[in-house]
């Protein structure tokens, strides 16, 4: 097996789970949905495990207690009238009315979706979700594609490819052949950060890293970039229809 779990009863405020890799070389916490795991080598000794853990202790809290907040302020969607949906950083209420028109649209400050007569809950409200992820994934790419030609033009840089998908635990990503791609639901977030996300993985078409020049190339074109990535760590995860 590549890897063995094991679980850790502690003393601390909270429980984790040790992962051992025996390919690792080094140590690291990953706080996630609530839960604690420490990814060591995997023969890395249990004292050691739990010094690590121990000297992480306030940072692990503190993970634990924003997501906690997260979750209260992020309540489960109804898919009702008057329900708030976020693009570029607006809310705009949903409106539901019946008809057969098969998308979205944005118009005096609410958003409309058109529902067919007769529809049971579960079929209601898949059929919303439907047409908000479509009218969704259009605005973001185009809007993405245009703030990446751009920034590119300040970079002088030529993605081969600019595109959405639909990534749960990152924002972006940009490959060596200069292929650029984008978490269509930043499309919901200020035009700040969706200029940051999209500034960000520009920039690895110059430097494919994080390194010092990296991030000092990310502030000579956008010099406030640290807010868009804290807004983002606060925020990132009530991103979603």
């Known amino acids: ?5 094991e679980r850790a009863a502690t003393s601390l405020d909270f429980d ?3 992962i051992r890799r025996p390919r690792r070389k080094t140590a690291c916490i990953r706080v996630r949905d609530h839960t604690v795991a420490v990814i060591v080598p995997g023969k890395l000794p249990e004292k050691q495990i739990e010094q690590i853990v121990l000297s992480k202790r306030h940072w692990i809290v ?3 207690r924003q997501q906690r907040e997260l979750q209260a302020r992020h309540q489960p969607r109804q898919y009702i009238n008057g329900e708030d949906f976020a693009f570029l950083g607006c809310n705009y209420r949903l409106h539901v009315v019946p008809g057969k028109r098969k998308t979205a649209c944005l ?8 529902i067919p007569t007769g529809l049971d809950p579960a079929k209601r409200e898949q059929h919303i979700i439907s047409q908000l992820s479509a009218w969704y994934q259009q605005r973001a ?3 993405l594609q245009q703030k990446s030609a751009r920034y590119a033009v300040h970079l002088g840089v030529a993605p081969s490819h600019v595109g959405i998908k639909s990534y749960r635990r990152r924002w ?9 791609y984008f978490n269509w639901r930043i499309i919901m977030a200020p035009h700040f950060v969706v200029d940051y996300v999209v500034l960000h993985e520009l920039c690895h078409l110059v430097q494919h890293n994080h390194s010092p020049a990296y991030w000092n190339l990310v502030a000579s074109i956008m010099s406030d ?3 868009a990535k804290v807004w983002l760590k606060l925020n990132g995860p009530a991103l979603d229809i």
């Not at 097996?1 to 779990?5: E, G, T, V």
């Not at 118009?107 to 979706?113: D, F, I, P, Q």
């Not at 972006?172 to 650029?180: E, F, K, L, P």
């Open 1 to 5: 097996m590549d890897s063995q779990a």
């Open 16 to 18: 984790y789970e040790v």
């Open 62 to 64: 503190n993970k634990l």
């Open 107 to 114: 118009s005096r400050g609410r958003m409309s979706v058109h």
């Open 141 to 143: 790419l185009d809007h």
């Open 172 to 180: 972006g990503s940009c490959h060596i052949d200069g292929r650029v």
């Open 225 to 227: 970039y640290r807010e």
